[in-house]
Each structure stands twice: as structure tokens, then as C-alpha cells.
């Protein structure tokens, strides 16, 4: 009952930045959790970042935090990822995911994006 739909990402050397930026469909957006998750090659889906459905609380991996920054605008069904300070383990491709809005942001997602490729050359 949600679309989601990732944009954003590129090729970029070590040390830059990209915006990742995910557009959701659907009538009840701000009820869901947004988090950003990305898979590497033949490596397991990792979670990245979430953010609380009225964007009041945030979450991050450890390897990210501090570089990241997730962010989201419920009047334009949009959620972003900041990424600053690139690392070579930063590639992967990237995933847009919403869940239903528990207090842990990192419990459960049930609608993912179709993913956008990440890759930071060293």
C-alpha cells in the first residue's frame, strides 16, 4: 500500500557526497517509519538509517553515524539520505523502506524501493 521510488545515486571518489532521495506513494505516509537499508555485493541487507514517521527521532548504523543523515518532508512524501564523507564500504546499492510506525525504528519494513546503486571508487 505504499510505492517507493529511489533516486540519487552515482559514482562518486572517496570523500564526497551524494543525496539519496526516496518518493513515496501513497495516502498515509507520515504513519510509517522511513529507513534506509543497502546491500553490497554477496553481502547481507544492512540497515543504514531511520527516521520516526513525524521525523522526530532518528537512528543509524554505527558505520555511518556521524556522515549520514537521514531526513524526510511528509508534505512532499520524500525521504533523503545525506551522505557525507564517502568510504569505498560505503558501495552497495541502496534501498528505501517504510514499516509501520513501532518505536523501534529498526523492528520490521514491509514496502521496499527498488534500490539505487551506490559506488565510491577509491
Known amino acids: 500500500q505504499v510505492q517507493l521510488v529511489e533516486s540519487g545515486g552515482g559514482l562518486v571518489q572517496a570523500g564526497g557526497s551524494l543525496r539519496l532521495s526516496c518518493a513515496a506513494s501513497?495516502?498515509?505516509?507520515?504513519?510509517?517509519?522511513m529507513a534506509w537499508f543497502r546491500q553490497a555485493p554477496a553481502e547481507e541487507r544492512e540497515f543504514v538509517a531511520a527516521i520516526s514517521g513525524g521525523g522526530g527521532r532518528t537512528a543509524y548504523a554505527e558505520s555511518v553515524k556521524g556522515r549520514f543523515t537521514i531526513s524526510r518532508d511528509n508534505a512532499k512524501n520524500t525521504v533523503d539520505l545525506q551522505m557525507n564523507s564517502l568510504k569505498p564500504e560505503d558501495t552497495a546499492v541502496y534501498y528505501c523502506?517504510?514499516?509501520?510506525?513501532?518505536?523501534?525504528?529498526?523492528?520490521?519494513?514491509?514496502?521496499w524501493g527498488q534500490g539505487t546503486q551506490v559506488t565510491v571508487s577509491s
Open positions: 501513497g495516502r498515509t505516509f507520515s504513519s510509517y517509519n
Open positions: 523502506a517504510a514499516g509501520i510506525n513501532y518505536y523501534d525504528l529498526q523492528y520490521k519494513y514491509a514496502y
